[in-house]
C-alpha cells in the first residue's frame, strides 16, 4: 500500500484508503491520462482481457480487443474529462467471447476503466429490473423511517441474496445502532446492537459520502497490484473505483465475524452519512453492478425519505412544545405559582424534552418527577446559584456533583425566577444504561493479528469506554425548545410577581 507508516488499530484513521496501490481480483482496471496514454493497470489485466497492452503507451486501434463499443467508452470518457469528472458509467462488452461490465469515470485527471467480469444473462437482469421497481415502489408507500428500513433491508436483500442485510443508523457522536435486520434464519441476531464510531473511521465515512457503494466479493483475496507506467509515480486515486482494494484492518474485522462477502451502501443526508445498508456473506459473493446501482437508488429513496420524516417529527415536536408552553403561560397568568404549573406539568415537559427525569425547586424546597436524589439535587442547584449563568446544559458526569446510584451524566437546567431561585432541572441518564449488550452470551469470535478488538463485542467494549460518564447531549432543537420554554415563564412569572407587589403597596 502507500502508507509509510506500520498500519495499527491507533494509526487506522490516517490509512489512505483511497490510494492502497491494488484492486479485488474480481475486475483489472486500466487508467488512462489526458492524452489516452495507459499511464496504469492492474498486474492482472492482459490476462484476464486477453490484450497485450503496454504501459505509458497510448493503445493501437484494435489493441484494446475486437469489441467496438471499449475504444468507444474510453474516447467518450477522455472527450469529457476535458469537462471535469465524471460519474461511473456502465456498459457491457464482451472479450474473448466473455460478458464484463465496463464501468468507465473520470477523476483526478485520469479516466479509469474498470471491467467486472459478469456472470448473469439478460434475461435474469430483466427480471431484476422488474423487481426493484415493486420495491421502490413499497419503499415509497412507509409511514416512518423505521417501517422504511424493515422494507429496505428485506427487499434489498431478495435483490442481492445476501446471507445478512442491517440498516446501520448513525447517531449524534457517529457511533451506529443495527435498526433493522433481514438475515438467514441461522445465524446470530444482530439487531439493537452498537458499534463505536472508530469502526468505520473518518476517512472512510469521508469516502463513503462521495462513493456510496462498494462491493467485497470475496474477504479472503489477495490484493491484485496496480502498476504504473514510468513518470507515474503518483498513486493512483480510487476514490471512486468499484474495485478498490480495502483496508486490511476491516478485512481482518469481516474475517474474525466469519464474512466472507460485504457490501454497503451509504444513506447520505444533508451532505453526512446518515446510515447504511450493510450486507454480509458467509461464502465469497459477487453482486452485479447493475444491481449494486438498484440497491444505490433504494440508499437515496431512503435518504430523501428521511429528510422529509425528520422535517415533519421536529415540526411535531415543536407543535407540541409551543402547545405546551402556552399552557404553562397561561396558568400562570390567571394566577398560580410558576414553580406549582411547572411541578404539575414535569412529566409533560420532561417528555417535550427527552429527558428521564425533572426536577422543580424554589427557594430550597424541591419536587421531583422521576427518581431523583435529594441531596444530589441540592448540590447541584448550590453550583448552579455560583455558577449564576440562567442557562446551562451538560451531557458529561465530571462536570455534575458526584452521586451515589442512580447517576445522572445529563443537565439541562433553566432558571425562571432569579430572585427567589426558581429552577427547572431536567436530567438525562448515563448512555450506558440505556443500552445493554443485546440477549444471549456472545459467541466466540476468532480473532487475527490486530487482536480481539475487531470483534463485535471488542467494538461494544470499545464504545462503552468512549461513552462512559456521557449522556446523549441536548440536541439543538430541545435547546431551542427549553429556551422557549425559559422565556415566556419568566416573563409571565416577572409579570405576575410585579403584579403582586403592586397590590401589596
Ligand atoms: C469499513 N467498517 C467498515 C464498513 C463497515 C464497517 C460496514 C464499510 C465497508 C463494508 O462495506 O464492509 C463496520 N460492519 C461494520 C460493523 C459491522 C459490520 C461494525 O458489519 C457490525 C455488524 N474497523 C474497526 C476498527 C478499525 C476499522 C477498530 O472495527 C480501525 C481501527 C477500520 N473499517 C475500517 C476501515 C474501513 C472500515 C479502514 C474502510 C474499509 C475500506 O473501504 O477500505
Known amino acids: 500500500g502507500n502508507f509509510a507508516e506500520p498500519l495499527t488499530l491507533d494509526n487506522c484513521d490516517r490509512e489512505p484508503i483511497h490510494i492502497p496501490g491494488a484492486i479485488q481480483p474480481h475486475g483489472a482496471l486500466l487508467a488512462f491520462d489526458r492524452a489516452g496514454c495507459l499511464v496504469a493497470m492492474s498486474a492482472n489485466a492482459n490476462t484476464m482481457l ?3 497492452l503496454v504501459l505509458g503507451e497510448v493503445p493501437a486501434a484494435g489493441a484494446l480487443g475486437a469489441d467496438p463499443e471499449i475504444p468507444e467508452a474510453i474516447r467518450q470518457a477522455l472527450v469529457l474529462l476535458d469537462r471535469g469528472e465524471t460519474m461511473p458509467e456502465t456498459r457491457e462488452v464482451s472479450i474473448g467471447g466473455q460478458a464484463f461490465d465496463l464501468v468507465v469515470h473520470s477523476y483526478a485527471d485520469r479516466v479509469l476503466c474498470e471491467f467486472e467480469r459478469h456472470a448473469g444473462s439478460a434475461h435474469r437482469l430483466s427480471r431484476f429490473a422488474q423487481m426493484a421497481y415493486v420495491s421502490m415502489d413499497k419503499l415509497r408507500r412507509q409511514p416512518n423511517i423505521e417501517r422504511l428500513l424493515e422494507v429496505a433491508v428485506n427487499e434489498v436483500r431478495a435483490m442481492t441474496g445476501f446471507d445478512r442485510v442491517m440498516a446501520y443508523r448513525f447517531r449524534h457522536d457517529d457511533s451506529g445502532d443495527i435498526v433493522a435486520e433481514s438475515r438467514r434464519e441461522d445465524l ?51 476514490s471512486h473505483s468499484v474495485l478498490r482494494s480495502v483496508s486490511p484492518v476491516h478485512v481482518e474485522y469481516l474475517g474474525n465475524m466469519g464474512v466472507f462477502a460485504s457490501m454497503s451502501v451509504s444513506i447520505v443526508v444533508a451532505g453526512r452519512l446518515w446510515g447504511m445498508v450493510a450486507c454480509h456473506h458467509m461464502a465469497p459473493w459477487h453482486v452485479p453492478h447493475a444491481v449494486r446501482m438498484a440497491c444505490d437508488v433504494v440508499a437515496q429513496l431512503i435518504a430523501a425519505s428521511v429528510q422529509s420524516f425528520d422535517a415533519r417529527e421536529r415540526e411535531s415536536t415543536v407543535a407540541r412544545a409551543a402547545a405546551l408552553r402556552a399552557d404553562v403561560a ?28 425533572i426536577f422543580v425547586s424554589q427557594e430550597g424546597r424541591l419536587r421531583a418527577h422521576g427518581s431523583v436524589d435529594e441531596a444530589w439535587a441540592a448540590q447541584l442547584l448550590d453550583r448552579l446559584q455560583v455558577q449564576d449563568q440562567p442557562f446551562v446544559h451538560i451531557h458529561r458526569a465530571d462536570a455534575l456533583p458526584p452521586a451515589a446510584e442512580p447517576a445522572y451524566s445529563g443537565v439541562l437546567a433553566l432558571r425562571f425566577d432569579a430572585a427567589r431561585q426558581g429552577w427547572l432541572v431536567a436530567l438525562r441518564r448515563e448512555q450506558i444504561e440505556t443500552i445493554r449488550w443485546g440477549g444471549k452470551p456472545e459467541k466466540v469470535y476468532q480473532h487475527g493479528p490486530f487482536g480481539p478488538r475487531l470483534t463485535p463485542r471488542g467494538s461494544f467494549d470499545e464504545w462503552r469506554e468512549t461513552v462512559r460518564g456521557t449522556s446523549v447531549p441536548w440536541s439543538d432543537t430541545l435547546l431551542e425548545i427549553a429556551r422557549q420554554l425559559q422565556d415566556s415563564v419568566s416573563r409571565v412569572n416577572a409579570d405576575r410577581v410585579l403584579e403582586l407587589d403592586r397590590l401589596r403597596s
Do not use: K, M, W
Open 50 to 52: 486477453g490484450l497485450a
Open 188 to 238: 446470530e441476531a444482530f439487531i439493537g446492537r452498537r458499534y463505536p464510531a472508530s469502526d468505520i473511521p473518518a476517512q472512510a465515512r469521508r469516502l463513503y459520502v462521495l462513493n456510496t457503494v462498494r462491493l467485497i466479493a470475496d474477504v479472503g483475496y489477495t490484493p491484485v497490484s496496480l502498476l504504473a507506467a514510468p513518470g507515474h509515480a503518483t498513486p493512483l486515486d480510487l
Open 330 to 357: 397561561a396558568q400562570v397568568a390567571q394566577g398560580h405559582e410558576a414553580v406549582d404549573v411547572l411541578a404539575r406539568e414535569a412529566a409533560a415537559i420532561g417528555d417535550s424534552l427527552a429527558a428521564d427525569a
